[in-house]
């Protein structure tokens, strides 16, 4: 196991136990604090995401979004993720690592992402569950135009620093239930954070 690879996993225990925890005490005004960043996007893809373990839970924010709305579907190892149009009534069937997707639907092309995270820093980054799926798709789905990377998760999650590496993508935006943080843009993001 590299250095890298050993900050990571050690992060990822880290905060899955606080996650556990605030999960446990419930997610307060999170989803009030979603909608209101939502709001901005009125009518735009979104693509957001069915919470498995401990993850927070954006599905009200997803149900009051005026657009279109998706969730994740995971093609293959190695793959960005695709997005299946998604609704609360939809009938649902077990995907990968054990999250749900829709049984039929439409594929969207988000402009908007809701994404899952177990742990996330002040400057954007985000540590998930070691797949690089959201990495891949955001930065295939950047490269066709602009789009906004909302990171959803518990305020336990924050470390002072995410451990990096070139592929990691970042986000725009991180909703808590004590409400945003506005990472710096990403172009003021330098190499020496990183690694």
Not at 8 to 28: H, N, V
Not at 47 to 57: H, K, V
Not at 121 to 148: I, N, Q, S, W
Request: hydrophobic share 45%.
């Amino acid at each position: 196991m590299t250095d890298l690879a050993a900050r990571k996993a050690s992060a990822r225990k880290t905060a899955f136990a606080a996650r556990k925890s605030a999960f446990a005490a419930g997610q307060g005004e999170a989803c009030d604090h979603l909608l209101a960043a939502l709001m901005r996007f009125s009518g735009a893809p979104l693509a957001g995401y069915l919470p498995i373990r401990s993850e927070i839970d954006p599905r009200p924010a997803m149900a009051a979004h005026r657009g279109t709305v998706g969730v994740p579907v995971i093609a293959d190892a190695g793959q960005p993720l695709t997005f299946r149009a998604w609704t609360p009534e939809a009938p649902l069937i077990p995907g990968p690592f054990g999250a749900f997707v829709p049984e039929t639907g439409a594929e969207i092309a988000p402009r908007v992402l809701i994404v899952p995270l177990v742990a996330f820093d002040r400057r954007g980054y985000r540590l998930g569950y070691g797949g690089g799926f959201y990495d891949r798709t955001l930065e295939r789905l950047r490269a066709a135009g602009p789009v906004t990377a909302i990171g959803f998760a518990f305020a336990a999650q924050e470390l002072d620093t995410v451990p990096v590496e070139p592929t990691d993508q970042p986000l725009d935006l991180i909703v808590t239930e004590t409400g945003p943080i506005l990472p710096p843009p990403r172009d003021s993001l330098r190499d020496p954070g990183r690694g």
